[in-house]
């Protein structure tokens, strides 16, 4: 059974930083490309960041030189570092996998940012 767990989520004021974390089972995470998702109030859900296998990245050109996606194959978990937080980014953020043809998410954790 697939699943993904977010954590880190929370209230942040403008310009500060946070970490998103997911953790994830029942796949072979080693080989397994990994998405960060976000969807704001009213809006669609957009594609932030995706890290491959092998560690290669993109990111929305809205969060590039801000977010940083990594992973740690060990702990079986991506992860979501968001620097210069803005209002903007305000939604809640959803990991994402494509595994044996099927897409699976986590459940999604809020990020706020708000003076």
């Known amino acids: 059974q697939v699943q993904l767990v977010e954590s880190g989520g929370g209230l942040v004021q403008p310009g500060g930083s946070l970490r998103l974390s997911c953790a994830a089972s029942?796949?072979?995470?080693?080989?397994?490309?990994m998405r960060w998702y976000r969807q704001a109030p009213g809006k669609q859900r957009e594609l932030v960041a995706t890290?491959?296998?092998?560690?290669?990245?993109n990111y929305a050109d809205s969060v590039k030189g801000r977010f940083t996606i990594s992973r740690d194959n060990a702990k079986n978990t991506v992860y979501l570092q968001m620097n210069s937080l803005k209002p903007e980014d305000t939604a809640v953020y959803y990991c994402?996998?494509?595994?044996?043809?099927?897409?699976?998410w986590g459940q999604g954790t809020q990020v706020t940012v708000s003076s």
């Open positions: 890290i491959t296998s092998g560690g290669s990245t």
């Open positions: 994402k996998v494509i595994y044996d043809g099927r897409h699976y």
């Open positions: 029942g796949i072979i995470f080693s080989s397994s490309p």
